[in-house]
């Protein structure tokens, strides 16, 4: 199976998860969501790549919430060879004073166009290991610091190593944030001068040769969201004959800046949206941050009414996304309408059978689904009850809620905490439910379902997010915050609303909010249907055609790969 995908150079695309299929626990939130969308593209658009990431046996984290609403986590494990195929090949790779063996399992992305691309899920699991090495590629984001690190060093240099015992011929490394930037070290390793070609002074390493063959994408501008890790722990544990000097120079002299190192070994860098590549600019000076905004891939994150809406209006939508700017002149209200319907009475009958909770279909649904993390601001909803019972009497709405708090975010875990309280208090006036173990299956159906995609974090620190990309590709306008991609998505009243307030601040006040929710989103909802309708197309003709993974691709293959 593998000699079909060896037969010509290809770009390895390195990512510390990745999203293939709901069954498959190798993901936990958008960089994993990413991640498979640009694999899924790359098939679509005939890119010839190869994805490589973690095995993750024991996933990232199964979720339930308690009657108290306390975040339970349980191990979400699944069985590699239900899906994949394991590959005879294995390389070694000294850790912490030990040879750690590495395999890999062959996992067939199959493209909805008919491509495929190859996926390497790497897996220390081998009888060769003992049983602490055997579970480094176990738990996603999982253990501490001198776990990370392992893990970096699997994926990174391990990954490197594999590809060639494999036989793949790498054109170009593209690193999905900084996880994987120690594959740059391997590189180095690969390209040295002799010492007749080394003049005094001079790093024996052809670092100019190993940037040329990789691009960085950095995702966030949160600080904690760049590993760092001790030179004391990285000696003890990269026990593979770097030259530590040489490091310090390229990864940061306090401690291995993981991000650093992909800064100072990739020719190309970019962020994940306009405004987050100044902010990335701004973060790490002397470096030259382009912008590609993500995108989503069409045929994953339309719903199955709007899939055979747009197949039966636009057909190659699929190939060229871009068709979709004919909605508004090619597609009847009524069959957008029907198939939004559709999606929404699907969301009903799911959260009913997970939550008891009854929706309406003929009320507005207001979705909100992240990572349950302070700067996103999940409560920025409910900061003033009295004000939101006042609004829910006239012009009713329901709420529903999603995500994961990482198991060791106590402050992310209070505020799911919070929200079920609130939820509780507002019970009698306004319907609201959170769906547990939100995953990529539950993302398909909230995105579609809902009237409305809330976003509320706190600028600039939403790097992009594409959630509400994929709303927009199910005709869902989004009512969100001017940061991330919204910036660049909102066309006040065409596409969608911003948060914002008559002074000019666009940070999101809850005053803001309720005014913009009391006086535009919910007298043009309860309205007549096509003005809300018109702002649905808004959201697919200018949103969905330009914001999706198509897009991105040809982004990358012509300012990354070839150029």
């Known amino acids: 199976m593998l000699d079909e995908f060896i037969h010509e150079p290809r770009i390895a695309y390195f990512s510390m998860e990745i999203a293939l299929r709901n069954e498959i626990q190798t993901y936990a939130g958008g960089l994993g969501m990413l991640a498979g969308d640009t694999m899924r593209s790359a098939n679509d658009l005939d890119l010839p790549m190869v994805a490589v990431s973690l095995m993750s046996r024991a996933g990232y984290f199964r979720q339930e919430i308690d009657a108290q609403g306390r975040q339970l986590e349980h191990p979400a494990t699944w069985e590699p060879g239900r899906w994949a195929l394991q590959l005879n090949a294995k390389i070694a790779v ?7 063996w590495i395999c890999a399992w062959l996992y067939v992305l199959q493209g909805s166009m008919g491509g495929r691309q190859p996926v390497l899920l790497l897996d220390t699991d081998l009888n060769e290991n003992s049983s602490e090495d055997r579970e480094l590629t176990h738990y996603l984001y999982g253990g501490d610091n001198v776990y990370r690190l392992k893990q970096e060093i699997v994926l990174g240099i391990g990954g490197v190593r594999l590809l060639q015992a494999l036989g793949f011929t790498i054109r170009h490394y593209h690193m999905n944030e900084g996880h994987s930037a120690l594959l740059g070290l391997e590189l180095m390793r690969r390209f040295t001068y002799s010492e007749e070609e080394l003049r005094p002074g001079e790093s024996r390493y052809d670092i100019p040769r190993v940037r040329d063959l990789c691009s960085f994408t ?4 949160v600080e904690a969201g760049h590993d760092r890790f001790p030179y004391e722990l990285v000696q003890r544990v990269l026990d593979d004959g770097f030259d530590i000097e040489e490091i310090k120079h390229l990864a940061g002299e306090d401690s291995l800046n993981m991000t650093r190192l992909a800064l100072n070994l990739s020719e190309y860098i970019n962020g994940v949206a306009k405004k987050h590549a100044e902010v990335a600019n701004a973060m790490f000076p002397g470096y030259l941050v382009h912008a590609i905004t993500n995108g989503v891939h069409p045929y994953t ?5 709007f899939r055979q809406l747009y197949d039966h209006y636009l057909p190659s ?21 029907q198939a939004h319907a559709q999606a929404k009475q699907h969301l ?11 929706l309406k279909p003929n009320v507005p649904i207001f979705g909100f689904a992240r990572r349950m993390t302070a700067y996103k601001r999940p409560s920025l909803l409910f900061s003033n009850f009295e004000r939101l019972q006042t609004i829910a009497r006239k012009q009713p709405f329901q709420i529903v809620l999603a995500g994961k708090a990482h198991p060791r975010d106590e402050d992310g875990k209070h505020l799911i905490e919070q929200l079920h309280a609130q939820a509780r208090t507002l019970a009698g006036a306004i319907p609201i439910a959170y769906l547990p173990d939100y995953d990529l299956a539950m993302a398909q159906t909230l ?8 976003n509320t974090p706190l600028p600039p620190f939403e790097a992009s997010g594409t959630s509400g990309m994929k709303a927009a590709l199910n005709g869902v ?3 969100s915050v001017l940061d991330g991609w919204w910036i660049e998505g909102c066309l006040e009243g065409v596409t969608g609303w911003a948060i914002d307030d008559k002074t000019g601040m666009v940070d999101g006040s809850p005053h803001a909010l309720y005014d913009k929710l009391e006086q535009v989103v919910l007298p043009l909802y309860y309205g007549a249907r096509e003005g809300w309708v018109k702002v649905m197309k808004g959201a697919i003709s200018k949103n969905a055609s330009y914001f ?16």
């Not at 009903?348 to 009854?358: C, D, H, M, S």
């Not at 995105?447 to 809330?454: F, P, Q, Y």
């Open 94 to 100: 000294p850790i912490d004073g030990r040879m750690v």
């Open 218 to 221: 950095t995702h966030t501008p």
């Open 301 to 305: 994150w339309a719903s199955e009414g």
């Open 317 to 337: 939508w699929c190939h060229e996304p871009q068709l979709l700017m004919r909605v508004d002149c090619c597609i009847p209200d009524n069959a957008i309408w």
């Open 348 to 358: 009903i009958e799911k959260v009913q059978a997970l939550t008891g909770v009854v």
């Open 447 to 454: 995105t579609a379902g809902v009237d409305v995609w809330l």
């Open 477 to 479: 306008p989004n009512f």
């Open 548 to 563: 999706n993974s198509h897009r991105m691709m040809r982004r990358y293959a012509t300012e990354a790969y070839w150029r």
